[in-house]
């Protein structure tokens, strides 16, 4: 079992920046791929980034590439994202979530069914 909470939400004005923490409790963390998905007020809850279980590969949604950067530490179970250039559309709740199934390269990382495990999520609100 694997326990996820999220952190670093907040509000920001039109490009600004927030870093949101995910640490995480229980099995080994570097077993599973991490990755950060986001709902917003009446919309389906969406993919933003993903990180291999080495922290080596990275994947982003076209709407963040470019301005969202994930990381993770292992040593620390915590997996990161930092972003940059922030708009209103990126306003909605970001959850943490963590995939033992996943491989780190041609996995189906986008899909939510392939995620176990999920963070009780974070506000992110960014004004205009």
């Known amino acids: 079992q694997v326990q996820l909470v999220e952190s670093g939400g907040g509000l920001v004005q039109a490009g600004g920046s927030l870093r949101l923490s995910c640490a995480a409790s229980?099995?080994?963390?570097?077993?599973?791929?991490k990755g950060w998905f986001r709902q917003a007020p009446g919309k389906e809850r969406e993919f933003v980034s993903a990180?291999?279980?080495?922290?080596?590969?990275?994947y982003y949604a076209d709407s963040v590439t470019g301005r969202f950067t994930i990381s993770r530490d292992n040593a620390k179970n915590t997996v990161y994202l930092q972003m940059n250039s922030l708009k209103p559309e990126d306003t909605a709740v970001y959850f943490c979530?963590?995939?033992?199934?996943?491989?780190?390269?041609?996995?189906?990382?986008?899909?939510?069914?392939?995620?176990?495990?999920w963070g009780q999520g974070t506000q992110v609100t960014v004004s205009s």
């Open positions: 979530a963590a995939s033992s199934s996943l491989a780190d390269v041609g996995g189906s990382y986008r899909q939510r069914s392939n995620y176990d495990y």
């Open positions: 229980g099995r080994t963390f570097s077993s599973y791929v």
């Open positions: 990180i291999s279980r080495s922290g080596l590969r990275s």
